[in-house]
């Protein structure tokens, strides 16, 4: 399986942006997906994650009321916004089908991996 993140770029604090994952696969719907994000220095963290059916979803506490995730039969999206510099981090999006609910926050329970993509929010 191989994901392809997108949508990453430039933007000033408190504007928006709109990240999508997609799938080399027939039905990406089988597939449990996360968002995690890893600044500089820092260690990757857990941003939001939605299941196969879309109906369990979660987000970080950090993002909570500014980001959303979302899915469609081929893409899972996630809607920034009021960006804030401390958002600024390579974005990584994860897959897996077999995840259960109650590990979706967890990046090593994912199987597979995009390339990342960069956002970066000046002040």
């Known amino acids: 399986v191989q994901l392809q993140a997108s949508g990453g770029g430039l933007v000033q604090a408190g504007g928006s942006l709109r990240l999508s994952c997609s799938a080399s696969?027939?039905?990406?719907?089988?597939?449990?997906v996360g968002w995690f994000r890893q600044a500089p220095g820092k260690e990757r963290e857990f941003v939001a994650a939605i299941s196969r059916t879309g109906r369990n979803i979660k987000h970080a506490d950090s993002v909570k009321g500014r980001f959303t995730i979302s899915r469609d039969k081929k893409t899972v999206s996630l809607q920034m916004n009021s960006l804030k510099p401390e958002d600024t981090a390579v974005y990584y999006c994860?897959?897996?089908?077999?995840?259960?609910?109650?590990?979706?926050?967890?990046?090593?329970?994912?199987?597979?991996w995009g390339q990342g993509t960069l956002v970066t929010v000046s002040s």
């Open positions: 696969v027939p039905i990406f719907t089988d597939y449990a």
């Open positions: 994860a897959a897996d089908s077999s995840l259960i609910t109650s590990s979706i926050r967890r990046a090593d329970q994912y199987d597979y």
